[in-house]
């Protein structure tokens, strides 16, 4: 007579659920969540920018797709970048915006439904500003020195400090069996 242990039984158990419950389950897709990619959102075509507006009627609805005033509407040129009927928005980042307004979403400043500029993953607050850009205190020559004068500051400190190697004065480690008979390394005595 064969004796199975615990662990035995508990694998033979697992083997017989995964078997009759669990792969019926995933097989047949019942009960289970589809993944992302079987799970095609109906809303994403309306994501997408549409045709290049060539026409007055396809100018206006464009501008009513995305919510903006004929008037205010410009695409993007037709120059084979892909972005369609997409407006041409003015490239105001977050951080230009009004901290005291009560916006929809604080953190990127921005209201529900307000078109996104192409570039608005550049534009959250902490990244790029080009309201700045333009107007900025101190000009392309004075980065460019400032640059030049740290990184030459650093190769003339490595440059000076080549002859003085860096070493780290250390004595091999002492063990008990490489004491010579009546070696001390130390005493408990004060100093004469």
């Known amino acids: 007579m064969v004796c ?3 662990r035995q039984n508990m694998a033979s158990i697992v083997r017989v659920a995964a078997r009759k419950c669990i792969r019926p389950i995933l097989s047949h897709n019942k009960l289970a969540a589809p993944s992302a990619c079987r799970a095609k959102g109906y809303w994403n075509y309306e994501w997408e920018p549409g045709p290049f507006p060539t026409t007055p009627a396809q100018r206006a609805a464009a501008a009513k797709k995305y919510g903006l005033r ?4 410009e695409p993007y040129p037709d120059d084979g970048f892909g972005h369609g009927d997409y407006p041409k928005l003015p490239r105001v980042s977050a951080d230009s915006r009004s901290y005291h307004d009560t916006w929809d979403d604080p953190s990127n400043r921005r209201n ?3 078109p996104m500029h192409v570039d608005s993953d550049a534009l959250v607050a902490h990244y790029w500003d080009p309201t700045t850009y333009e107007s900025r205190r101190i000009s392309l020559s004075q980065i460019r020195n400032l640059f030049i004068l740290g990184i030459g500051t650093y190769v003339l400190i ?3 400090l080549q002859p003085y190697k860096l070493v780290q004065p250390a004595l091999p480690k002492q063990f008990p069996r490489d004491l010579k008979p009546g070696e001390k390394h130390y005493t408990f005595e004060p100093a004469e």
């Open 4 to 6: 199975r242990t615990t």
């Open 158 to 160: 490595f440059w000076l």
């Open 70 to 73: 004929e008037e205010d509407y």
């Open 112 to 114: 529900f439904g307000e």
